[in-house]
């Protein structure tokens, strides 16, 4: 392979890279800037070192062109409508008195005004703030902080590329302000908020910014003619535009689509791809719409969103073959690095023999250097890299812990009945009945009750070796003693144990499953100030011994009334960690669902008579294009009923799910066939249970009637009422009465009171059937 010209020498670029430091400096600035303990000037000065440092990692590494204005205090979307001046009313007084502090109510709410609503990223783990907008919004340019970032890297003796969420895309992640009708489209808005992007690049352009990328994800999902229209639009205008930078607008998560013709033909002067995952169709797409002529391409070869080492050769070959379909290719990740950990080489405890297949952000960068290098400079350059590389992929394909035999026979073997019940709902209900003997009505909770600061310490004192696993195991038997002691005096009708073993639970579940991986740095921003550490999937799972048992039985032989057993289900179990790249996600699916289906089977065993599958993530992993929707439903339906088909008919299965949007996916929800589902209806005042009763849902359903995201304690008369809503959906054999969610996030004060008041709600409305 030989470079095209000199003129068009492949560069190395990154979209966006991790903001949080290796040590997650900047959570500790910003949190101790919340405390008073930090000075706004010491917080900036931190922030200002951490992007210096950024930069000069990249650039060290051999990346030409690094990104400016990825970095955020709290996150890129809510900077983006501090940049077009779209700040909600109610924190107008707050912004004008202090920039930072009006943000960072934006971000968190006060006392006396709300935050802007949080949701997730497309199909990541990120939040972003929801944008309110309405038919009075105003749009104003401040380019103060694009424009800051961007001389400071310059300055720096960057080359840099300033990095700005789409326009498009912006009005796309929005929603109306209150007060405006549900019916308002942000993207009518489109005319008015161009022109301040326009000031924007021009500002830009002014403090010497050569290229500006817009992000414009939203677009490789599916989109209305009119919404394509508009994007059409947006990139016509922007491109006239006499004075403005080189436009790249970048795309990832999926494949572009219809909008790769829109943009492929618009006067601007590159696009960012996605060749991974989903996105690997642009590939085909690119070569019929006859490439990208006279542009840029900036291709995503190395996946930003897994924590695996690349496939240099293959991404070679599809460089490659990239190469004639643009007036210049330079390679990238697939997206912002800001959905992986920051360094492997920082995870001193995971085998070496399994480290050397990962990679995050520091090591993607160093793919895509080399990637660039053997692009533009042939493949010699790189063979040290190649050869290096072609033996990690071979460790980790022959290696024990990703095909482990008896794990792949087990798969192989499962068949479609194993993933049936035996017996129709009928049969089964009828026999649960018997069993259980619950009244109408019955009450019961999602799962966990309050994670005290006591249990914290708990666990933090079992990990640093100050207390040993006897006298933790005895601290968690008190807590359980005294949920069940509160359960049965406030007489709900089936218990939990509570959950305070469980630092989190798919943690939990991750640690105790072969094949699974944890890391100690490994932190991602889930939102603002907030960082997880995903589990990661790295071999073939297994379940060496119980799980859930020990404490389940505890609690059981506490109290004559039913416990429910809690696990989580097998999709949610993958949605919250880093899955396989070398395996169909339905095939992991299968492993986690067939350890999990070991644990139903202990737990009926050991005489638990309601087993409960938490899959809250069902939703959310949801693929971003309708037309890759039906597969997964299918694998990830099935992998639930796999875990919970092996029970007797006398055997309750629960679910629960924590959203009150329901409408794609109702069948799904029914295909799972549980017994009993719980769900999030509070603040939607039950309109999940008409739905379900819509579409003649046949089976047992909990919707919330305890909101338990805000510590407001509900009254009884309240709870009453929503439960007399229920039942006009649902009738009374088949109505549970529940929480929302699981309360650990909850005080005590409000749970009991909170759980008191849903009994007696409960027990008014029975009296009255
Ligand atoms: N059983 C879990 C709990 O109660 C469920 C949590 C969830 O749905 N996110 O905490
Ligand atoms: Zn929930």
């Known amino acids: 392979m030989t470079s095209k010209s000199a003129a068009a020498a492949t560069r190395a670029t990154v979209h966006g890279y991790p903001r949080q430091g290796p040590k997650r400096e900047l959570k500790k600035a910003v949190e101790g800037y919340w405390k008073g303990r930090v000075t706004a000037e010491a917080l900036r000065e931190t922030a200002a070192t951490l992007r210096r440092e950024n930069w000069r990692r990249l650039a060290d590494a051999g990346i030409d062109e690094v990104p400016t204005g990825d970095f955020s205090y709290y996150d890129h979307v809510l900077d983006t409508t501090v940049m077009v001046g779209a700040v909600p009313e109610r924190h107008r007084d707050a912004v004008d008195t202090d920039a930072l502090d009006g943000y960072f109510a934006m971000a968190r709410g006060t006392q006396e005004t709300a935050p802007l609503e949080m949701t997730k990223w497309f199909d990541t783990n990120y939040h972003y703030l929801v944008p309110e907008l309405g038919p009075g919004t105003v749009f104003t340019a401040d380019s103060a902080k694009p424009v800051g970032e961007l001389r400071e890297a310059l300055a720096l003796g960057h080359t840099a590329r300033p990095v700005l969420v789409g326009p498009v895309t912006y009005l796309l992640l929005a929603k109306p302000a209150p007060g405006v009708a549900d019916g308002f489209a942000p993207l009518t808005l489109l005319d008015r908020l161009l022109p301040v992007y326009a000031e924007v690049l021009a500002d830009l352009r002014a403090a010497g910014a050569e290229w500006v990328q817009l992000d414009e994800p939203a677009l490789a999902q599916d989109r209305t003619a009119a919404e394509l229209n508009a994007a059409e639009r947006a990139y016509r205008e922007l491109g006239a535009l006499a004075d403005r930078p080189k436009l790249l607008v970048a795309s990832y998560f999926d494949r572009l689509g219809e909008a790769l013709a829109v943009l492929a033909k618009s006067p601007v002067e590159g696009l960012a791809l996605d060749f991974t995952g989903p996105g690997a169709a642009n590939l085909d797409d690119l070569a019929r719409a006859g490439g990208l002529p006279g542009k840029r391409l900036v291709a995503g070869v190395v996946d930003g969103r897994n924590v695996w080492i690349n496939n240099l050769e293959k991404s070679l070959g599809t460089l490659a073959s990239l190469l004639g379909l643009a007036e210049r290719v330079d390679v990238a990740p697939s997206c912002s690095l800001l959905h992986v950990p920051l360094d492997a080489a920082a995870e001193r405890d995971v085998d070496p023999q399994i480290a050397r297949w990962l990679a995050f952000a520091r090591q993607k960068t160093e793919e895509v250097v080399t990637l660039a290098r053997g692009l533009s400079g042939g493949t010699d350059l790189i063979t040290g890299r190649l050869s290096a590389n072609r033996a990690d992929l071979a460790s980790r394909a022959s290696s024990a812990l990703t095909s482990d035999p008896a794990v792949r026979a087990r798969c192989a073997a499962a068949t479609p009945a194993d993933a049936r019940r035996a017996q129709p709902y009928p049969e089964r209900t009828a026999a649960q009945r018997a069993r259980l003997g619950l009244p109408l009505l019955p009450t019961t909770t999602i799962g966990s009750f309050p994670q005290t600061a006591e249990l914290r310490t708990a666990r933090a004192e079992l990990r640093s070796g100050r207390i040993d696993g006897t006298a933790y195991d005895q601290r968690i038997a008190t807590e359980i003693r005294e949920v069940l002691a509160f359960q049965e005096e406030a007489g709900l009708d089936v218990l939990v144990h509570g959950e305070p073993e469980r630092n989190d639970m798919v943690q939990y579940f991750a640690e105790r499953l072969n094949g699974y991986l944890a890391t100690q740095h490994g932190w991602v921003q889930s939102y603002g100030t907030r960082y997880v550490r995903p589990p990661i999937l790295a071999g073939d799972i297994s379940r060496p011994e119980p799980m859930t048992v020990a404490w389940t039985t505890y609690a059981q032989s506490l109290t004559d009334r039913p416990v429910k057993g809690m696990l989580t289900g097998p999709v949610t179990m993958l949605a919250w960690s880093f899955v396989r790249d070398d395996q169909p996600l339905g095939e992991t699916a299968r492993q986690v669902a067939l350890a999990l289906r070991d644990e139903v089977q202990d737990l009926e065993g050991a005489g638990t008579a309601v087993i409960q599958v938490d899959e809250p993530a069902l939703r959310e992993t949801l693929p971003l294009r309708a037309a890759d929707r039906e597969a997964y439903l299918d694998w990830a339906t099935e992998a639930f009923r796999l875990t919970t088909s092996g029970v007797r008919a006398d055997t309750?299965?629960?679910?629960?799910?924590?959203?009150?949007?329901?409408?794609?996916?109702?069948?799904?929800?029914?295909?799972?066939?549980?017994?009993?589902?719980?769900?999030?209806?509070?603040?939607?005042?039950?309109?999940?249970?008409?739905?379900?009763?819509?579409?003649?849902?046949?089976?047992?359903?909990?919707?919330?009637v305890y909101d338990i995201h805000s510590p407001r304690v509900p009254g009884a008369d309240e709870a009453a009422a929503l439960l007399r809503k229920g039942l006009e959906a649902i009738p009374a054999e088949r109505l549970w009465v529940n929480p929302d969610c699981g309360l650990k996030t909850r005080g005590w004060t409000e749970v009991r009171a909170s759980l008191e008041h849903l009994v007696e709600a409960a027990r008014t409305v029975r009296a009255g059937l």
């Open 652 to 704: 309750q299965i629960h679910t629960h799910m924590c959203y009150a949007e329901f409408g794609d996916i109702v069948s799904a929800i029914e295909a799972l066939d549980a017994d009993v589902i719980s769900l999030e209806a509070a603040r939607s005042h039950m309109q999940v249970a008409d739905e379900l009763a819509t579409v003649g849902y046949p089976r047992e359903v909990g919707p919330g």
